[in-house]
């Protein structure tokens, strides 16, 4: 893997460059950082005269309380950091110099760690490389700054600017530059940031990449985004549905095949989309296999507040060319640009597994040579269920609850994601359901208390 040095220059990492730089820069901490399975990152702190030893042994640790790791019976796995995964953070992140690596999981054996959700990520990528492919992704991370009271956080936005505004209302400009400066010493190129459309909203977008240096990406824009905010004396959420009444936040991610000669294997000149057989039945595959996939892609509670008509969010299982009311979009761009837009995911997921199912589903249809159905290039909101109906349009799950039900059903998901992480995801997030669905609301206690 190539990893940026500062802003313009390109330099592999391993084991001997990556000591000379720490010790030329006089690194003083690095962090070695992994994820859980609800995409929490984690990481252990060794001062600089430790690194040496962690690159060629891996460093020991308690996995007994990392959610989806391990019991306490079997509690012991050992985190080895990947050279190539090396940056410097920047100042603006860190007090003092600070390295960042990220790691592989590994039982006490040697054996690669089955609950390690970068694993799982690295399996399909290989098996996707294995077909002559290369799978790029390119997510949308939209994001809300609320403002501060002391150190409690609130939901008051910080502003009340709209969709792209040029405005004196756009209080968030100097933050999302920020942002952006940040991201760039640690090489991921932002290309836009802007205002979104709801009160306080927030979106920064880099440039596509392979699945996994994406799914870093995700991780590392999430962490310097709340470090920037609170700098500022913000709050960055990344909760799906954060404010009644106004849009949600979602990840809208941008997916492509590649050959490995750098051809777009979506792109067909010949055809009267310009998609080619494999996009097709890529296409085709995420409209099967999605109910199953919102356990994974939407894993809150709060993710399907979000799903809900009038929002912008999809909420109907359909395609289209550039219909943003449609579960899958197909922007204008052709040629090495053609990809195909799916529009459910939010920034609560976990992004190594989010790309692992999305890619599964996809890989799935091109296998079995799914047919894709005619888009809809209609406003399905506008549309009555006998028209929907007509369509062949179904919805996605409507709650935590219902996705999790049929994700429990799904071979797919489960081949997928290995039967610990599989098992795990579902106990965590069945146990979060219930928590909810125990709770009496306001809402209820406004609506139902007085009258009945």
Same mark, same amino acid.
């Given at each position: 893997?190539?990893?940026?040095l500062?802003?313009?220059?390109?330099?592999?990492?391993?084991?001997e460059?990556?000591?000379?730089?720490?010790?030329?820069?006089?690194v003083?901490?690095?962090?070695?950082?992994?994820i859980d399975i609800l995409g929490v990152?984690?990481?252990i702190?060794?001062?600089?005269?430790?690194l040496?030893?962690? @690159?060629? &042994?891996g !460093?020991p640790f #308690?996995?007994?309380?990392?959610?989806?790791?391990?019991t +306490?019976?079997?509690?012991?796995?050992?985190a080895k950091?990947?050279?190539a995964?090396?940056?410097?953070?920047?100042e603006?992140?860190?007090?003092?110099?600070?390295?960042k690596?990220n790691?592989?999981?590994?039982?006490p054996?040697?054996?690669r760690?089955?609950?390690?959700?970068k694993?799982?990520?690295e399996?399909m990528?290989?098996k996707?490389?294995?077909?002559?492919?290369?799978y790029?992704?390119?997510p949308?991370c939209?994001f809300?700054?609320?403002?501060?009271n002391?150190?409690d956080?609130?939901?008051?936005p910080?502003?009340?600017?709209?969709y792209?505004d040029?405005?004196h209302?756009d @209080?968030a &400009?100097? !933050?999302r530059? #920020?942002?952006s400066?940040?991201?760039?010493e640690v090489? +991921?190129?932002?290309y836009t940031a802007?205002?979104?459309c709801?009160?306080?909203?927030?979106e920064i977008?880099?440039?596509?990449a392979d699945?996994?240096?994406t799914?870093?990406?995700?991780?590392?824009?999430?962490?310097i985004?709340?470090v920037?905010?609170t700098?500022h004396?913000l709050?960055?959420s990344?909760m799906p549905k954060?404010?009644y009444?106004q849009?949600?936040?979602g990840m809208?991610?941008h997916?492509s095949?590649f050959?490995?000669?750098g051809?777009?294997?979506?792109?067909?000149?010949n055809d009267k989309?310009?998609l080619s057989p494999?996009?097709?039945h890529?296409?085709?595959?995420?409209l099967k296999?999605?109910?199953?996939?919102?356990?994974?892609l939407n894993?809150t509670v709060?993710?399907?507040?979000r799903?809900v008509?009038?929002?912008?969010a999809?909420?109907?299982?359909s395609?289209a060319?550039?219909n943003r009311?449609?579960?899958?979009?197909?922007p204008?761009?052709r040629?090495?640009?053609?990809r195909?837009?799916?529009?459910?995911?939010?920034?609560?997921?976990?992004p190594?597994?989010?790309?692992?199912?999305m890619?599964?589903?996809?890989?799935?249809?091109?296998?079995?040579?799914?047919?894709?159905?005619?888009?809809?290039?209609?406003?399905?909101?506008?549309?009555?269920?006998?028209?929907r109906q007509?369509?062949g349009?179904e919805?996605?799950?409507?709650s935590?609850?219902h996705?999790l039900?049929?994700?429990?059903k799904?071979?797919?998901?489960r081949?997928?994601?290995?039967d610990?992480i599989?098992?795990?995801?579902l106990?965590?997030k069945r146990?979060?359901?219930?928590?909810?669905?125990?709770?009496?609301?306001?809402?209820?206690?406004k609506n139902?208390?007085?009258?009945?």
């Amino acid at each position: 893997m190539r990893e940026l040095l500062g802003k313009d220059t390109v330099k592999s990492w391993d084991k001997e460059s990556v000591i000379t730089m720490v010790r030329d820069t006089k690194v003083l901490f690095v962090r070695l950082q992994f994820i859980d399975i609800l995409g929490v990152p984690k990481n252990i702190v060794i001062p600089v005269c430790g690194l040496e030893s962690a @690159l060629d &042994e891996g !460093v020991p640790f #308690d996995a007994s309380s990392i959610a989806g790791y391990a019991t +306490i019976e079997e509690s012991d796995k050992l985190a080895k950091p990947d050279p190539a995964s090396f940056v410097i953070l920047p100042e603006s992140v860190e007090q003092r110099k600070t390295a960042k690596l990220n790691c592989d999981i590994f039982e006490p054996n040697g054996k690669r760690f089955e609950g390690d959700v970068k694993y799982i990520l690295e399996k399909m990528v290989e098996k996707t490389a294995k077909l002559g492919y290369i799978y790029n992704t390119g997510p949308e991370c939209e994001f809300f700054l609320f403002k501060k009271n002391g150190e409690d956080s609130t939901v008051t936005p910080n502003d009340t600017a709209g969709y792209f505004d040029l405005s004196h209302r756009d @209080l968030a &400009e100097g !933050v999302r530059a #920020d942002i952006s400066l940040a991201l760039e010493e640690v090489g +991921i190129q932002p290309y836009t940031a802007h205002h979104e459309c709801a009160d306080g909203q927030q979106e920064i977008n880099f440039h596509y990449a392979d699945a996994i240096t994406t799914a870093d990406r995700v991780i590392t824009l999430k962490y310097i985004t709340k470090v920037i905010a609170t700098k500022h004396n913000l709050h960055a959420s990344f909760m799906p549905k954060p404010l009644y009444g106004q849009c949600g936040s979602g990840m809208h991610t941008h997916q492509s095949l590649f050959t490995i000669d750098g051809t777009n294997a979506f792109h067909d000149p010949n055809d009267k989309n310009e998609l080619s057989p494999v996009a097709y039945h890529f296409i085709a595959g995420l409209l099967k296999y999605i109910k199953e996939l919102s356990g994974v892609l939407n894993p809150t509670v709060n993710s399907y507040k979000r799903l809900v008509p009038g929002y912008e969010a999809p909420t109907y299982i359909s395609w289209a060319n550039q219909n943003r009311s449609a579960l899958i979009r197909i922007p204008s761009k052709r040629g090495k640009g053609t990809r195909c837009e799916l529009r459910n995911p939010d920034v609560s997921c976990n992004p190594y597994l989010a790309f692992s199912v999305m890619l599964a589903a996809g890989l799935k249809g091109i296998e079995d040579k799914l047919e894709a159905p005619a888009p809809v290039e209609k406003n399905i909101y506008a549309l009555s269920e006998e028209e929907r109906q007509k369509y062949g349009i179904e919805q996605l799950p409507e709650s935590l609850g219902h996705a999790l039900a049929v994700m429990s059903k799904s071979q797919l998901v489960r081949e997928t994601l290995g039967d610990h992480i599989f098992e795990n995801l579902l106990h965590v997030k069945r146990k979060e359901w219930d928590a909810y669905r125990l709770q009496v609301t306001e809402w209820e206690l406004k609506n139902y208390l007085p009258v009945l």
